[in-house]
């Protein structure tokens, strides 16, 4: 069984900064790409941000310059740095890997999400 769980939401002020962590647990033989998704009341899931394994990453445009995505492979542990938070950052944020497990298969997996409201 595989699980992914986030950690490092909560509320903040307008301009401040959180840091978003995905741990993969369980039946692992590789994680290929992983990102973040998020999903504000009353609209769709949309992409934040992804990054392959060899670490080459991707942004929506909203959040070019103010969020970073990276990984660490030995911990199969993904991050999301996100600085200069806006109001309209508000949303439940969810991890997604890409995972290969023992018996070969590739698999899609999602975090349960984690809470980010920005607010003064």
């Known amino acids: 069984q595989v699980q992914l769980v986030e950690s490092g939401g909560g509320l903040v002020q307008p301009g401040g900064s959180l840091r978003l962590s995905c741990a993969v647990s369980?039946?692992?033989?590789?994680?290929?790409?992983m990102g973040w998704y998020r999903q504000a009341p009353g609209k769709q899931r949309e992409l934040v941000a992804t990054?392959?394994?060899?670490?080459?990453?991707n942004y929506v445009d909203s959040v070019k310059g103010r969020f970073t995505i990276s990984r660490d492979n030995a911990k199969n542990t993904v991050y999301l740095q996100m600085n200069s938070l806006k109001p309209e950052d508000t949303a439940v944020y969810y991890c997604?890997?890409?995972?290969?497990?023992?018996?070969?298969?590739?698999?899609?997996?999602w975090g349960q999400g984690t809470q980010v409201t920005v607010s003064s």
């Open positions: 369980g039946s692992i033989f590789s994680i290929n790409g």
């Open positions: 990054i392959t394994r060899g670490g080459s990453t």
């Open positions: 997604n890997a890409d995972i290969t497990t023992w018996s070969e298969a590739v698999i899609n997996y």
